[in-house]
């Protein structure tokens, strides 16, 4: 089965073709991250406007590298949510019209299950059950996963996301938007413990976590000193120190309290490397293994969805899925919600 998946979620046009036989065949990627910098932030109308601009030559390009025609799809798998609902709608109007033209299945997929399932495109691959760390720009969230579409949520942010702590850090600290990767990259120059920064929730007893303090703690030592490049630095390290350490602690949580030893770590900032080094290390020593999708696929992508949409597919049979012309996305959308 032949599927092609669409993402346009937010900022970042993806494309892919993925066969249930031969694997992820092709995959393109349009990042729009320089239009946006200007702004400092994602501009929702631009997003959508430059979705439409990208979305079929690249589906064309990801058929061309892969060697398919358009009518070797046997299914279409698009994001249909949580997202910005012009971008959404993009994906969601492309993939359904292109499912009811070729009479074949369009699937709404959901953006998160694309990044917690993403790992099982790398090798080696974890078996279900497992814990996954949700760590993006939007979502920060520890879940249960027993299977496609059965998801627990164990805890979340209560405030901002850790890849949206990492940019408004980022932004303080005078580097460019979105900030994690710069941030990190900063912070290999700056020196162990010259600052000490909180670890919110560290000792909650939950598995929650909060990251808006953070900024307000780097802010208030930007005020305090003067501040040369190799302030700047140690602040970024000790930033991500506390960032790493809180994400590390709350996951060998999860893994205690579900008595699982596989830990899948997917979304934006599980491409931080300090954080991949501290996770190995004490996920070693807790008796647990951690998985993580290829660098290229722990940003927004195309595969992960065409792959969400092809295990789904797999699951409840292609046959049972009715191509039909009509559609909705869902801006937000509760990951527990979704059914196997
Ligand atoms: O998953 P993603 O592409 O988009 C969302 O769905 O949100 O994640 C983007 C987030 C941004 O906040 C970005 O700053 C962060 O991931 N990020 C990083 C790194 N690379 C990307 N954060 C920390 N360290 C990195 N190396
Ligand atoms: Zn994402």
């Known amino acids: 089965m032949l ?20 694997g992820l065949l092709s995959h393109t990627l349009f990042s729009q991250i320089d239009m946006h910098r200007e ?9 959508s406007r430059d979705h439409i601009r990208r979305v079929l030559p690249l589906i064309e ?18 994001t249909q949510g949580p997202g910005l609902a012009g971008a959404l709608l993009v994906g969601a109007s492309i993939g359904a019209a292109l499912g009811f033209a070729l009479n074949i299945p369009a699937l709404g997929i959901h953006h998160l299950e694309g990044h917690l399932l993403s790992p099982l495109l790398s090798d080696p691959v974890p078996e279900f059950p497992f814990v996954a760390l949700l760590v993006s720009g939007g979502h920060t969230q520890l879940m249960q996963v027993e299977g496609i579409g059965c998801y627990k949520l164990l ?22 938007y979105p900030g994690g ?9 700056g020196r162990p413990r010259i600052f000490k920064l909180p670890r919110p929730m560290l000792h909650s007893g939950d598995l929650n976590f909060s990251f808006s303090g953070l900024k307000t703690a780097v802010l208030t030592l930007l005020n305090k000193q003067e501040i040369t490049e190799q302030t700047r630095a140690d602040i970024a390290l000790a930033f991500q120190d ?24 997917a979304g934006g900032v599980g491409a931080n490397e300090h954080l ?30 065409a792959f969400a949409g092809a295990l789904r597919l797999q699951a409840d049979g292609l046959t049972k899925q009715q191509s039909t012309s009509s559609f909705n996305v869902k801006t937000r959308w509760d990951l527990e919600t979704l059914e196997s």
């Open 3 to 22: 599927v092609l998946g669409i993402e346009t979620s937010c900022d970042e046009t993806g494309i892919a073709l993925y066969d249930t036989a031969h």
């Open 181 to 189: 990767a710069a941030l990190s990259k900063l912070a290999r120059q």
């Open 61 to 78: 390009q990801a058929l061309q590298a892969a060697q398919r025609k358009l009518q070797q799809v046997d299914a279409i798998a698009y």
């Open 39 to 47: 702004y400092g932030g994602v501009v929702p109308e631009l997003a």
């Open 276 to 305: 991949r080094q501290n996770l190995n290390l004490k996920a070693t020593r807790h008796g647990a293994t951690v998985f993580y999708p290829s660098l290229e696929f722990c940003t927004d992508n195309g595969a992960m969805i």
């Open 242 to 265: 506390a960032v790493v350490e809180v994400l590390t602690e709350k996951s060998l949580a999860a893994l205690s309290q579900t008595g699982l030893s596989q830990l899948v770590v």
């Open 155 to 176: 805890g979340e942010t209560v405030d901002d996301a850790a890849g949206e702590a990492f940019d408004k850090t980022a932004k303080l600290l005078g580097l460019g």
